[in-house]
């Protein structure tokens, strides 16, 4: 392990997978770290989440097409940034193939370089970790990686430093991925269809259903990802969770039961997005459309839906047109985020039914990209439609905004089970999307009895969020933790 030196400061090195909902919980442990007593941070980041040319023109980096976003620099001076080789091809980057994505990253950290004349992930990280010194730099004293990162964590090991993992799903997530090779074996997966309500005996209030399963990949390729994830948190001195312990209490027991004592430690940090502001810098084409929280201002406390599927998932063009109709005929305010790329095949206004504009014009607005944070804690929204990624999720139950859920892929099924099971904030709405039944659910959730239920079990639980925010809460404890971890060289 690195020795300490430089008047007893430390360095931290971060290394996120190149996602939106992974770079972001990842930039706000780092700014936590960072805020908390000046520990000096570097971001190792992929060329697919390249520093941003037009925010730092002296930069020539070249950014590759793809669908991440791009790091703005500018916006974190205090921090270093180091660009680290990431195998992936443009092709690849472009696609929606998160599980490919993940493993070819893994693959390329782990191993040699790709050519003779570029350097590896481990010498990138070799190089790194012996500017150790240099101009006053302080040592690293560890490198903290994204569960996903199993081929970074096997370079670091080699080079004698130490990780600390950032699980930026739910603590019920990392159990059931925990679980994974035992649902198997007990030929819960792959889901039958005749199945899918039953429950999972060993995972309530899971079902079959609500098991992470990805349809475009097959079972031994989520079998490899998830087992990757569950290996990186057992060979690493501890977890750090995106949650919090009254959100999640008997889930992080069973984890830490789980991993057992020889494991250092399980700690729930969250909601990370309120103990730092920074975030990615958006890509160079989305940008966060700031205008609509001029708009949300003239609108009635409580009364606007923001709708938005995240960065990653996708719609046919009926499924958008439903959505979009749904929409019109609720008669309700709406904030809609469509990106360029949520339908698939791509977006443009013939997607829209005839006359939407004009029918919801005043009470309806439609933007690329939203500053979501601030938007679901502005006084005029009064329900979430999402997708159920973690940090949407994590981010509305922190402003105690109550959701429509429609999960999709991934973790998204999970959370909703979770949603409708066990938080009560939110329900799902379930099967085909037809504007008849979208409409129906938006009444439930802003203007009905159910919905007004859910919004006050959503307020109470922002109350928790604000509990385990406070001086000598939860999480403000787990980060305190994590930062004497960090300052004792990862002992
Ligand atoms: N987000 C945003 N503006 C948008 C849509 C999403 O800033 O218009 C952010 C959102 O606040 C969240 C992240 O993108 O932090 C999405 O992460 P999540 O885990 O919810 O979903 P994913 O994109 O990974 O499916």
């Known amino acids: 392990m690195a020795s300490n030196g430089g008047h007893g400061q430390r360095r931290v090195l971060v290394l996120s997978l190149p996602f939106e909902g992974h770079i972001n919980p990842m930039l706000q442990l780092a700014g936590a770290l960072h805020g908390r007593g000046g520990l000096s941070v570097t971001v190792l980041h992929t060329r697919f989440n390249a520093l941003d040319p037009s925010c730092n023109p002296e930069l020539s980096v070249t950014v590759l097409h793809t669908r991440f976003n791009a790091l703005d620099a500018s916006r974190h001076p205090d921090l270093a940034f180091v660009e680290v080789p990431d195998g992936l091809t443009a092709e690849l980057a472009a696609s929606s193939n998160v599980t490919r994505i993940i493993l070819a990253i893994n693959a390329a950290m782990e191993g040699e370089s790709a050519s003779p004349s570029s350097p590896s992930f481990r010498d990138v990280l070799a190089s790194v970790v012996a500017a150790d010194g240099d101009e006053g730099r302080p040592p690293a004293a560890c490198l903290i990686i994204d569960s996903n990162l199993r081929g970074a964590q096997k370079a670091a090991a080699g080079l004698g430093l130490p990780t600390l993992v950032l699980r930026t799903g739910s603590a019920a997530c990392l159990g059931c991925y925990l679980a994974y090779p035992t649902l198997i074996e007990k030929g819960y997966l792959p889901p039958k269809e005749s199945q899918l309500y039953e429950p999972v005996k060993e995972l309530p209030p899971l079902r079959i259903r609500d098991l992470f399963y990805s349809k475009d990949a097959n079972l031994e390729m989520v079998s490899e990802v998830l087992a990757k994830i569950t290996e990186?948190?057992?060979?690493?001195?501890?977890?750090?969770?995106?949650?919090?312990d009254d959100l999640e209490p008997a889930e992080l027991k069973k984890i830490h039961n789980e991993l057992g004592d020889k494991f250092t430690v399980v700690l729930a940090a969250g909601p990370l997005h309120k103990?730092?502001?920074?975030?990615i810098g958006s890509s160079l084409k989305l940008r966060p459309d700031q205008r609509c929280i001029e708009w949300l201002d003239t609108q009635a406390t409580q009364s606007v839906l923001y709708v938005s599927f995240g960065s990653l998932v996708s719609l046919d063009s009926d499924e958008f047109l439903e959505v979009a109709c749904g929409l019109e005929r609720s008669g309700q305010p709406f904030l809609w985020v469509v990106r360029p790329d949520l339908v698939r095949g791509g977006f443009d206004k013939a997607c829209l039914p005839d006359g939407f504009e004009r029918a919801v014009e005043g009470r309806g607005k439609v933007i690329q990209w939203a500053p979501q944070q601030e938007v679901l804690a502005h006084h005029a929204i009064g329900g979430f439609w999402t997708h159920n990624g973690w940090n949407s999720t994590l981010e509305s139950i922190s402003e105690g905004v109550p959701m429509i859920c429609r999960p999709q892929l991934a973790d998204q099924p999970l959370n909703t089970r979770y949603m409708e099971a066990v938080w009560g904030v939110g329900f799902?709405?379930?099967?085909?999307?037809?504007?008849?039944?979208?409409e129906k659910s938006i009444r439930k959730l802003m203007v009905e009895k159910e919905g007004a239920g859910m919004r006050e079990r959503a307020k109470k639980l922002k109350n928790k969020v604000e509990g385990c925010l406070k001086n000598g809460g939860s999480s403000q404890i787990a980060i305190d933790s994590v930062d004497g971890g960090v300052r004792r060289g990862g002992g």
């Open 428 to 438: 799902e709405l379930e099967g085909k999307l037809e504007r008849g039944k979208i």
């Open 232 to 244: 990186t948190v057992r060979n690493s001195m501890g977890v750090v969770i995106n949650t919090f």
């Open 275 to 279: 103990l730092s502001s920074m975030h």
